[in-house]
Every structure is written in structure tokens, then in C-alpha cells.
């Protein structure tokens, strides 16, 4: 067997063709030029790196910064300012405005008791507003199927019916309901009973309209925000075995204020305004005050100014508190809170107060 092999092979050897001489050569000269290309790639790459490392290194600490120009964003600033500065000069030459008849009401005391009722009843009826917003938002978001419907229900009908006719309706509550009564239902025992008319005033008709009408607004304002959160991650705290208390008022509630705060108060400054609705109601707020004032002096436009800006004033305010109690509920979803306007301004100066102070010496 093994000398068979051995005779296959020895024939296989000797019917293989041999190579060339020509072939041979040709092939050694190939490989000695490509090993002469690569020797001298590597001396070039090597002396471009002796002379980049030879060479210093670039100062550009004499280059001049250049602004980027923005010449529309002049224009646009010129003309804004332009227009700014007309109107402070109407207001300002125009003696139509009677501004000394507006320094002269801004603080009276009418006027003043006037704006103390305003607060009360935005107050009062947007706590009342928001706590039943929260317990319709709740039986909302419920799995019984009739505290869904009622919170539905009380939110349709108080969304579809204007402020006005609210307030008409509750402050003549009494032509419906003579007496208003507290007992066991369906029999004739009463433990408490009151005339609708003494029980229902012009005040009690007013927190009553502007609270049902808050509620109905703030319950779907809540929802949203509660429904905002990732379920996910009330099911991995449920997972963990946080109880729900914690998980709704550590994990929810938090996360939920980012949605729910911006439209709350854009209802609180809408309900500060609402409050002058209640003027039909001969109820002695800040704008039936005002009224009454210039339906005695005949100076119409200075009272609405005087309203104008103690409404001006009190919606400021609140916005200032939106700023810093939304910013607080940001930790959560920023790494850095934002600057304050009074960070703003001082990084703002200090800025340029530097940079005046470089030009000055650069001068000299």
C-alpha cells in the first residue's frame, strides 16, 4: 500500500510543469520594489514627524474674537424700541389720561376695601376651587363606574354654561328652594333649617359660582397631570413594596406639579379676573367699586385705569410665586436649576463690567 503512494507522488512530481527563470526574476524584482516603496513611506511619515514635533506649537492668544454680526436683530430691536417709546409718550402727554385723578383714586379707601373683597373671593373660592378639583380629579381616575360618571357629569355641565348665568342662578336659588334643610331623608326630622335667601348672600352666591366653575376646570387640570407620570414606574414602586400613600404623594404628586402648575395659574389669574363678573351681583369688589365711583364723577376712563392696574399688580405678583414655585418642582428634571432675574442681572453686569474693564486697560 505504501509503496503505491509513494509511486503516485513521485509521478505527480514529475508531470508538475517547472516555473520559468523569466517568471522567478520578474517576481524577486516585484518584491524588492514594493519593499523599496514601503521603506521609503515609512522615512517620509518618520521625517514629518521629527519636523512636526520639532516645530512650536501655534499661539492664537494675540487673534482678536469677532462677533458673529446680526443686523436684522438690530433693526428688529430698533423698532420694537421705537414703538415702545411712542406709547410711553402717549401715555405720558396725553392729558385725556387724567393721571392725577388716577394717583388720587389708586389709594382711596373705597377703592381699597374694593380690592381687599377682590383677594377674598379669589382666595377663598380658588382653595375651595382646587381641593374639589382634586376629589373629582380622584373619583375620575377611580374603577367605579358611577364616580366617573358624576365627576364627568359635574364637569360637563359647570364647562358648559357660562359664569354669569352661574351666578344668576345660585344667588336666586331661593325661588327654587324656600328653605334649605339638614335631616334624614325621607322623613320630616330636621336638624338644622334656614331661609335660601338669608342663607344664600350676595358673598355666599359669589364663592359659590366662581368655586363649582374653578372645580370643574382644576379636576380636569389635575387629571392631566396625574395621568402625565409613567405608569412604569408606579409599577416598579408597587414591585418594591412602597404603599400607595407614599407612591402617590413621593413619586405622583411631584412629577405631576411640573404639568399641573403652569395652566393652575393661568386659572388663578383668570379667576382674579372673574371676580369682576360678580359685579351683577351688586357685590362691592374691586370693579362694582370702581363703577360706582364713576358713575357719581362722570371719569370713566382714570377709574378703569385704577382697576386696570391694581389687577396689573396682583396678577404680577403671582406670576413671581409661579416662577419660584415652579422652578422649585424643576429639581427633578434639570441638572441645573435656571438662574433667578436677580442671577441674571448680576452675571449680567458683572459680565460686562469686566469687559469694560479689559477695554479700559487695553486703552491705556
Not at 514629518?48 to 514635533?53: E, L, M, V
Not at 373683597?117 to 380629579?137: M, P, Q, R
Amino acid at each position: 500500500m505504501s509503496s503505491a503512494a509513494t509511486t503516485v507522488a513521485q509521478s505527480a512530481q514529475q508531470s508538475a510543469p517547472e516555473p520559468a527563470p523569466g517568471a522567478f526574476l520578474e517576481h524577486s524584482a516585484a518584491a524588492e520594489g514594493r519593499t523599496a516603496d514601503a521603506a521609503h513611506s515609512a522615512a517620509a511619515h518618520s521625517a514629518a514627524a521629527h519636523s512636526a514635533a520639532a516645530l512650536p506649537a501655534a499661539d492664537y492668544s494675540g487673534y482678536k474674537l469677532v462677533p458673529a454680526r446680526q443686523p436684522w436683530r438690530w433693526v428688529g430691536t430698533v423698532l420694537v424700541a421705537l414703538g415702545v417709546v411712542a406709547v410711553a409718550w402717549s401715555l405720558a402727554t396725553n392729558p385725556r389720561w387724567e393721571w392725577g385723578v388716577v394717583a388720587q383714586w389708586f389709594t382711596a379707601q373705597s377703592v381699597v376695601n374694593g380690592l381687599v373683597e377682590t383677594l377674598k373671593l379669589t382666595a377663598i373660592s380658588g382653595a375651595l376651587g382646587f381641593v374639589l378639583g382634586f376629589i373629582l380629579a380622584l373619583m375620575r381616575l377611580s374603577a367605579s363606574p358611577l364616580l366617573v360618571s358624576v365627576s364627568w357629569t359635574f364637569s360637563w355641565i359647570f364647562r358648559s354654561t357660562p359664569l354669569l348665568v352661574q351666578m344668576l342662578l345660585w344667588y336666586n336659588l331661593g325661588y327654587l328652594y324656600e328653605k334649605i334643610s339638614l335631616g334624614l331623608p325621607f322623613t320630616d326630622i330636621r336638624f338644622f333649617e334656614v331661609q335660601t335667601t338669608t342663607l344664600i348672600s350676595q358673598f355666599a352666591a359669589a364663592v359659590l359660582g366662581l368655586t363649582l366653575n374653578q372645580a370643574a376646570y382644576s379636576a380636569e387640570i389635575i387629571r392631566g397631570g396625574i395621568l402625565s407620570v409613567d405608569q412604569g414606574q408606579l409599577e416598579a414602586a408597587a414591585a418594591l413594596g412602597i404603599p400607595a400613600w407614599r407612591r402617590s404623594t413621593r413619586i405622583v404628586l411631584p412629577q405631576a406639579m411640573r404639568a399641573i402648575l403652569p395652566t393652575a395659574f393661568n386659572e388663578i389669574i383668570g379667576l382674579v379676573k372673574g371676580t369682576s363678573i360678580v359685579y351683577v351681583l351688586a357685590y362691592s369688589e374691586l370693579f362694582y367699586t370702581v363703577q360706582v365711583i364713576y358713575n357719581r364723577t362722570q371719569q370713566v376712563l382714570p377709574l378703569l385705569l385704577v382697576a386696570t392696574l391694581w389687577y396689573v399688580a396682583i396678577t404680577s405678583v403671582l406670576s413671581v410665586f409661579q416662577y419660584y414655585i415652579e422652578r422649585h418642582y424643576s429639581k427633578g428634571a434639570v441638572r441645573n436649576l435656571p438662574l433667578t432675574p436677580l442671577q441674571k442681572a448680576r452675571k449680567f453686569f458683572s459680565t460686562h463690567a469686566a469687559v469694560n474693564l479689559d477695554r479700559a486697560k487695553d486703552a491705556r
